[in-house]
């Protein structure tokens, strides 16, 4: 048996029929393509007969992607498959997924009908997809819910009639893992002539089983999962790709089976899904959520310190994230401040240590988060180290009718340097004009304004986070002026640069 696992995604067809998720043409194209970076075998990229904008959708993602198969699915019905043969006609590979319901509850209350015609239904769908493309998948809706030995003679006759893959849902989310693997199981030694084809798993997650489900039909013989980007899907959703994924790579000596996903894109996969469909991630979502790399308990954020496999199975790296985040709170210990200090550029003595704890376990208990600008408040210019590059003058003109424009005159190690410029504003002139004076290439990646106090008065606390040659620091500053902390939180970043300090 084969231990390649072939990813079959159908986030722009299951997991796009979530109530106000819906997409327009081009962010489906756009969705396609990072399925494809992501290394995605099969895309369904709709439901073609479903509406026009569904058809539109799959005849531009079939001409937008290169190398994965396009999916279109069907109903057992001839003007279904015709549509969908009509909407995958530029797609370089295409596939026809037509299926119907196979258990009690589909046969005789959805479908009116009965065990045998239903078996003709199949057979009929399956040879005249036949004639239309090559790959054929046949669904047995509700598979999870079929009695296995009807189900076994369904797919035996739907495999003679030319089914390239036999898709074994459980639509419900109804079985129990070792229900689902036994049920593979049952067909792998059942069925003649399963060997030929690939069989596929589509587990919902109405009690939660989703993943579960689907790597026991996976340690069964399946060799395709159906799956979507962050688990999304009718009710409670579809399994997740990611989830699967990154079971298969952290238990590779157990499962032994492969998948062509690049991992390292599934971060950045997840975040897209997640905007254009407007569906936020939840902070605990196995793999992609916020939290999943996250530490805020002391015993957790020493242990993950020392060795980050104490408290990691996976490298974040691995999904895209650049690194764990140590969360500050009222449960952090020294060593997690400390860690945090050295990166904000803070180099304390044990005992000024002791006593930044003790103010920030007090700040701690009244905030659910420490910022970073709220530790450099706490430890104060005093104990940082002498400041190469000081601010020494500045003016700024702006207003209505002028263009913002930034004077500034620094102080380089005792050597005073000028500078004129303009900007958007008065702190991206008065930015610009610093920039003039250092001629180094530093990106400034974020910038973040908060308040201290209350009032017209008021003491304004500014983060920058710049990047130089592909490392980041932070800088912090606080004044009245929100100019003037603007440009003192920009130099405090850059007195940590490696090349300020030589």
């Given at each position: 048996?084969?231990?390649?696992?072939?990813?079959?995604?159908?986030?722009?067809?299951?997991?796009?029929?979530?109530?106000?998720?819906?997409?327009?043409?081009?962010?489906?194209?756009?969705?396609?393509?990072?399925?494809?970076?992501?290394?995605?075998?099969?895309?369904?990229?709709?439901?073609?007969?479903?509406?026009?904008?569904?058809?539109?959708?799959?005849?531009?993602?079939?001409?937008?992607?290169?190398?994965?198969?396009?999916?279109?699915?069907?109903?057992?019905?001839?003007?279904?498959?015709?549509?969908?043969?009509?909407?995958?006609?530029?797609?370089?590979?295409?596939?026809?997924?037509?299926?119907?319901?196979?258990?009690?509850?589909?046969?005789?209350?959805?479908?009116?009908?009965?065990?045998?015609?239903?078996?003709?239904?199949?057979?009929?769908?399956?040879?005249?997809?036949?004639?239309?493309?090559?790959?054929?998948?046949?669904?047995?809706?509700?598979?999870?819910?079929?009695?296995?030995?009807?189900?076994?003679?369904?797919?035996?006759?739907?495999?003679?009639?030319?089914?390239?893959?036999?898709?074994?849902?459980?639509?419900?989310?109804?079985?129990?893992?070792?229900?689902?693997?036994?049920?593979?199981?049952?067909?792998?030694?059942?069925?003649?002539?399963?060997?030929?084809?690939?069989?596929?798993?589509?587990?919902?997650?109405?009690?939660?089983?989703?993943?579960?489900?689907?790597?026991?039909?996976?340690?069964?013989g399946a060799r395709q999962a159906e799956v979507t980007i962050n688990g999304i899907g009718e009710r409670a959703g579809n399994t997740s790709l990611e989830e699967v994924v990154m079971i298969l790579k952290s238990r590779h000596k157990v499962l032994g089976v492969d998948t062509n996903i690049r991992t390292q894109n599934i971060y950045h996969t997840s975040r897209l899904v997640s905007t254009l469909m407007n569906m936020p991630v939840q902070p605990n979502k196995a793999v992609v959520g916020r939290n999943a790399f996250a530490h805020s308990s002391g015993i957790h954020q020493d242990g993950v310190l020392k060795h980050r496999e104490n408290y990691e199975i996976m490298d974040p790296r691995d999904v895209g994230v650049n690194e764990s985040s140590i969360l500050l709170t009222a449960r952090s210990g020294r060593a997690a401040l400390s860690h945090?200090?050295?990166?904000?550029?803070?180099?304390?003595?044990?005992?000024?240590?002791?006593?930044?704890?003790?103010?920030?376990?007090?700040?701690?208990?009244?905030?659910?988060?420490?910022?970073?600008?709220?530790?450099?408040?706490?430890?104060?210019?005093?104990?940082?180290?002498?400041?190469?590059?000081?601010?020494?003058?500045?003016?700024?003109?702006?207003?209505?009718?002028?263009?913002?424009?930034?004077?500034?005159?620094?102080?380089?190690?005792?050597?005073?340097?000028?500078?004129?410029?303009?900007?958007?504003?008065?702190?991206?002139?008065?930015?610009?004009?610093?920039?003039?004076?250092?001629?180094?290439?530093?990106?400034?990646?974020?910038?973040?304004?908060?308040?201290?106090?209350?009032?017209?008065?008021?003491?304004?606390?500014?983060?920058?986070?710049?990047?130089?040659?592909?490392?980041?620091?932070?800088?912090?500053?606080?004044?009245?002026?929100?100019?003037?902390?603007?440009?003192?939180?920009?130099?405090?970043?850059?007195?940590?640069?490696?090349?300020?300090?030589?």
């Open positions: 048996m084969s231990d390649r696992l072939f990813i079959f995604d159908t986030t722009l067809r299951d997991g796009e029929q979530v109530p106000g998720c819906q997409l327009n043409t081009i962010e489906k194209i756009e969705v396609a393509k990072a399925l494809e970076d992501l290394g995605v075998d099969i895309i369904e990229a709709g439901f073609p007969i479903s509406s026009p904008g569904d058809f539109e959708s799959v005849v531009e993602i079939s001409k937008a992607v290169t190398w994965p198969v396009i999916c279109g699915l069907t109903r057992a019905v001839r003007k279904d498959i015709d549509v969908a043969a009509d909407a995958l006609r530029y797609a370089r590979k295409k596939r026809i997924h037509t299926g119907i319901g196979t258990s009690f509850y589909h046969i005789h209350y959805k479908l009116n009908s009965n065990p045998d015609e239903i078996l003709e239904r199949a057979v009929e769908a399956v040879k005249y997809s036949k004639k239309l493309v090559e790959d054929v998948e046949f669904y047995a809706e509700d598979a999870g819910r079929s009695d296995n030995e009807y189900l076994a003679r369904v797919i035996e006759a739907v495999i003679k009639a030319g089914a390239t893959v036999v898709n074994i849902p459980d639509t419900t989310g109804y079985c129990l893992p070792e229900e689902f693997g036994a049920k593979i199981k049952y067909l792998v030694e059942n069925v003649k002539g399963i060997d030929k084809v690939v069989i596929s798993t589509h587990c919902h997650n109405d009690l939660g089983m989703a993943t579960a489900n689907t790597i026991a039909g996976i340690m069964n945090r200090l050295e990166l904000l550029g803070f180099k304390l003595d044990k005992e000024k240590l002791n006593k930044v704890y003790e103010e920030f376990l007090k700040l701690a208990d009244k905030k659910k988060e420490i910022r970073d600008d709220d530790i450099a408040l706490l430890v104060g210019d005093a104990t940082r180290q002498e400041k190469r590059i000081k601010l020494d003058f500045l003016q700024v003109v702006a207003g209505k009718t002028l263009v913002p424009t930034a004077t500034i005159r620094l102080d380089i190690a005792g050597e005073k340097f000028n500078a004129t410029s303009s900007g958007n504003g008065p702190v991206d002139a008065a930015i610009n004009a610093v920039k003039q004076i250092i001629h180094r290439q530093v990106i400034l990646d974020e910038f973040l304004i908060q308040a201290i106090t209350r009032g017209s008065d008021d003491v304004g606390k500014v983060h920058i986070q710049v990047e130089y040659e592909h490392n980041i620091y932070h800088g912090f500053g606080a004044h009245t002026d929100i100019i003037t902390a603007s440009v003192e939180a920009f130099l405090d970043a850059l007195n940590k640069l490696p090349m300020i300090e030589d």
